[in-house]
């Protein structure tokens, strides 16, 4: 199976309560409504943001006399006790946010995918119990014990001392964490063909971002004496049954940038996420992060497997396919307000998204409200890493009427982020990966925000 979105997707029935995206402004909708006039109506119509959080006071969303607090049961009542031992699970009032799987997208659930519901995540980490989900055939709970990562040369040239780690061993060795994301080529696939997703988790969701823990790749092959000028290229091969094989560049690998991963986001990979073994390729697609990893070989050619030679290929307005595309180019989502919330009332929002590259550090984001006729630029919060996501924010207040939202991320290299218009002039629109496009979301008068295209 490849990533082929099916033509058309179809929302559960349950959709807008199902996927929770109500929640962030729908909830205690009248008491809400009352918090936003008070604290705004100093702001007035100004998109002077600074003013608009100063004017902002301490009364809840609930609203009510801003000289009572009400004592509730829990402030005079005794709380739970600690477990004796146990893993911690978010508030049951937050059990909306889930990874969601698309019905009809794919036949099977093990050659599928699961999006992370990235218009409820703040900051740039994916916690872990979020991070989207692709898998080729299914997913397993590895036995650390008995994982072995053998590393070999394409021939005795190529690496001098063939070798087999366990696991323990591995962890022996220096390690390194690092933040980066992870993106499917396929994310965003289904806009191509301008069949617009309801929301940001199902258009942009096959995107996550870690901190990983794990050994460089470089240190294990100078361990086995590869030899890096003869071996130009590394074979990454997964121990599942989809036989997921990549060919990874060794300038790559040579940067110190490709990670032999056992650590995610503080505690052991997910097996979801390849427990106990996966290679980090930051920048690179996500095919070629493989998982379960059990082997690692040197040659001097690219190997040329299904999953780069028919599979994650491009294919380009002149009917010629482009292969070995691994690079995610610069890309940004507003991922609130977007598809499926809706908006209360007219003042003051936080138009907050992610933006990231492949090939570095994203420079700079500008937020439009109309559509791409005028920009401001946001506010880019800290950390900002290099192949990881970027969290901005910008100051909007919403004057009721019809808004087209968009922003467009430039990294470090000086690449902007292309238009659709930009977009197809050179890819056309029968690709399925590599979608990188400027986003919209509709804001409609009745505050609903819808995803579309502007052609
Ligand atoms: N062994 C193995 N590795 C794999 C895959 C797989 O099916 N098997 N899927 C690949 C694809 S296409 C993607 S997008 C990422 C998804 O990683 P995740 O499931 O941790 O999000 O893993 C990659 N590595
Ligand atoms: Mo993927």
Request: with cysteine; glycine share 10%.
């Amino acid at each position: 199976m490849d990533d082929t979105p099916g033509r058309l997707i179809r929302a559960p029935e349950n959709f807008l309560d199902a996927a929770g995206v109500r929640r962030v402004f729908d909830e205690g909708k009248q008491g809400r409504r009352d918090f936003i006039r008070r604290a705004f109506a100093a702001a007035g119509a100004a998109a002077a943001g600074g003013a608009a959080r100063a004017a902002a006071n301490p009364v809840g969303p609930e609203g009510g006399d801003p000289n009572i607090l009400e004592l509730p049961e829990h402030s005079r009542g005794l709380g739970q006790g600690v477990a004796a031992e146990g893993y911690g699970k978010p508030s049951r009032y937050e059990s909306n946010v889930q990874r969601r799987h698309s019905p009809g997208l794919t036949q099977t659930r093990q050659a599928s995918v699961s999006f992370a519901p990235l218009q409820s995540l703040f900051g740039i980490v994916t916690p872990s119990g979020l991070h989207f989900e692709r898998h080729h055939q299914g997913w397993w709970d590895v036995d650390p014990s008995k994982h072995r990562l053998m590393l070999n040369g394409s021939d005795e040239r190529m690496l001098r001392r063939p070798m087999v780690f366990t696991m323990d061993e591995l962890m022996r060795l220096p390690s390194v964490s690092r933040f980066h994301f992870i993106e499917c080529g396929a994310n965003t696939g289904m806009e191509w063909g301008n069949v617009a997703v309801p929301t940001c988790q199902y258009s942009h969701g096959m995107l996550s971002c870690s901190e990983f823990t794990g050994v460089p790749l470089k240190v294990l092959l100078e361990l086995a004496g590869a030899d890096l000028k003869r071996g130009r290229y590394v074979l990454a091969e997964g121990a599942d049954g989809s036989s997921m094989t990549r060919t990874i560049p060794m300038e790559m690998v040579e940067r110190g940038e490709v990670l032999v991963a056992y650590g995610q986001n503080g505690e052991m990979l997910r097996p979801e996420q390849g427990y106990p073994l996966r290679l980090v390729v930051p920048g690179v697609q996500g095919v070629s992060w493989v998982k379960y990893l059990r082997r690692i070989e040197v040659g001097d050619q690219p190997y040329a497997t299904k999953d780069e030679a028919v599979h994650y290929i491009d294919l380009m307005p002149d009917g010629r396919h482009r292969q070995y595309t691994s690079i995610q180019e610069c890309k940004s989502v507003v991922t609130t307000p977007s598809g499926g919330q809706v908006l209360l009332d007219n003042g003051y929002y936080n138009i907050s998204g992610l933006a990231w590259s492949g090939r570095g550090k994203v420079k700079r984001v500008d937020v439009s409200v109309d559509g791409g006729r005028s920009w401001r630029t946001a506010r880019l919060e800290t950390p900002v890493l290099s192949k990881c996501l970027t969290r901005f924010n910008l100051d909007w207040v919403w004057d009721g009427k019809p808004a087209l939202i968009q922003s467009r991320a430039t990294d470090e290299t000086g690449y902007v982020q292309p238009t659709y218009r930009e977009l197809r002039a050179v890819r056309g629109s029968r690709s399925i990966y590599h979608n990188n496009s400027v986003q919209t979301w509709l804001v409609q008068e009745s505050g609903e925000v819808k995803n579309v295209q502007l052609s």
